[in-house]
């Protein structure tokens, strides 16, 4: 069972800034062969994707943080982490860490992180 640990997250004024980072340990396969990611789930609303990492480096990103978003990942480290820059009060929602191989059929969660926007 891989274990990601979720950390960055706070609060915020509209227009701040903040990073959110996610280490993964404990699994029994490569990480450095998984997609990355991250997603986020708003009050009374469904998990929704931000962005995603491929094994290779290639990024997808929700239409919603295009420009303001950056994620990245550190193979070394195992750990993938989500630059937020011109955060807006929309962005308020906790934020979850996911690691995922459709090869191996495996999809692991972290336990979220919440990061509030303040207008």
């Known amino acids: 069972q891989v274990h990601l640990v979720e950390s960055g997250g706070g609060l915020v004024q509209a227009g701040g800034s903040l990073r959110l980072s996610c280490a993964a340990s404990?699994?029994?396969?490569?990480?450095?062969?998984?997609?990355m990611g991250w997603y986020r789930q708003a009050p009374g609303k469904q998990r929704a994707l931000v962005a995603t990492?491929?094994?290779?480096?290639?990024?997808n990103y929700a239409d919603s943080v295009k420009g303001r978003f950056t994620i990245s990942r550190d193979n070394a480290k195992n750990t993938v982490y989500l630059q937020m820059n011109s955060l807006k009060p929309e962005d308020t929602a906790v934020y979850y860490c996911?690691?995922?191989?459709?090869?191996?059929?495996?999809?692991?969660w972290g336990q979220g992180t919440q990061v509030t926007v303040s207008s």
């Open positions: 404990k699994s029994p396969f490569s990480i450095n062969a998984m997609a």
């Open positions: 990492i491929g094994s290779g480096g290639t990024t």
């Open positions: 996911n690691v995922a191989s459709g090869g191996l059929q495996v999809s692991y």
